[in-house]
């Protein structure tokens, strides 16, 4: 049985940082694709950043340069460090997993296994 289970979230306000973690059963972070999705309310899911294996990492447009996505092997987590947050990044936060990408890696359709979701809340 596939558990994700997200731990992070919170209040900061604009220019602050957070760090969310997922913490992962029934999957091999090391091997599948690990995601972050978000989704603020009327909004579309959106890919945040995605890691296959250490150094294979992708990464919305939005969040480039500011936000990390990494893995713990050895206690099979996926870390996003959040830096410079803006209101805009402001949603629920969502770890997604899969063995494999057909459309591509911020598509959510391609993910199998979702977490239950922690809210990041940015205040100007």
């Known amino acids: 049985q596939v558990q994700l289970v997200e731990s992070g979230g919170g209040s900061v306000q604009a220019g602050g940082s957070l760090t969310l973690s997922c913490a992962a059963s029934?999957?091999?972070?090391?091997?599948?694709?690990m995601a972050w999705f978000r989704q603020a309310p009327g909004k579309n899911r959106e890919g945040v950043a995605a890691?296959?294996?250490?150094?294979?990492?992708r990464y919305g447009d939005s969040v480039k340069g500011r936000f990390t996505i990494s893995l713990d092997s050895a206690n099979n987590r996926v870390y996003l460090q959040m830096h410079s947050l803006k209101v805009d990044d402001a949603a629920t936060y969502y770890c997604?997993?899969?063995?494999?990408?057909?459309?591509?890696?911020?598509?959510?359709?391609?993910?199998?296994?979702w977490g239950q979701g922690t809210q990041v809340t940015v205040s100007s």
């Open positions: 997604a997993a899969t063995g494999l990408l057909i459309r591509g890696w911020d598509d959510p359709t391609d993910y199998n296994y």
């Open positions: 029934g999957v091999t972070v090391s091997r599948d694709w």
């Open positions: 890691i296959k294996q250490l150094g294979n990492t």
